[in-house]
């Protein structure tokens, strides 16, 4: 099989996903070879670009967003290859914490920090705070609230795979 250029790419780029999607090598690869990628004839940097972004929409924001913490950690350290010159602080981590609505906003990256939220944990307990970006790394969230005297107090970090739920603490109080 003589592939274009585009094609040979694409396929290198997914083969080195492959062990992160956790998907046969075969699927991807036949996903490629029928899906809409340029061939070296009517390859144009444009259809390249576009083909890029829409493959990270389509696939690595939505993986993103589903990873265990053991998972995102392998793919934090290959970013640069899986994703080209994006900070994966405003992405892959942005992307993670976009399975909790709650504690992102559409147009920043990292955790929103306005709204105190409560967040439930996978050992049943719930902690009330606000989401600290600076503190929060590689999928391990700190919030920030005050303790019984009024003193600021930091809480966490808390691993994104015992978050079960986060909700804006104003909700809590709607019943």
Known sequence: MNLGPATARCLCLAHTIIRFLEVPQQTVTAQIMTSDVPTSN???FDSLV???KAWIQAVLRPWCQTASLKELKKADVEWFDIAGK???KATLW???WERFPAIVHPDLPGVHETYEVVVMLNDGRAITGFPDNRATQKGMLVLV???SNGSLTSHGPFSMDHIVSVIRASETSKG
């Open 42 to 44: 009517s390859a144009t």
């Open 86 to 88: 994006a900070d994966p």
């Open 145 to 147: 609230g005050t303790d």
């Open 50 to 52: 576009e083909s890029r």
């Open 94 to 96: 942005t992307w993670v």
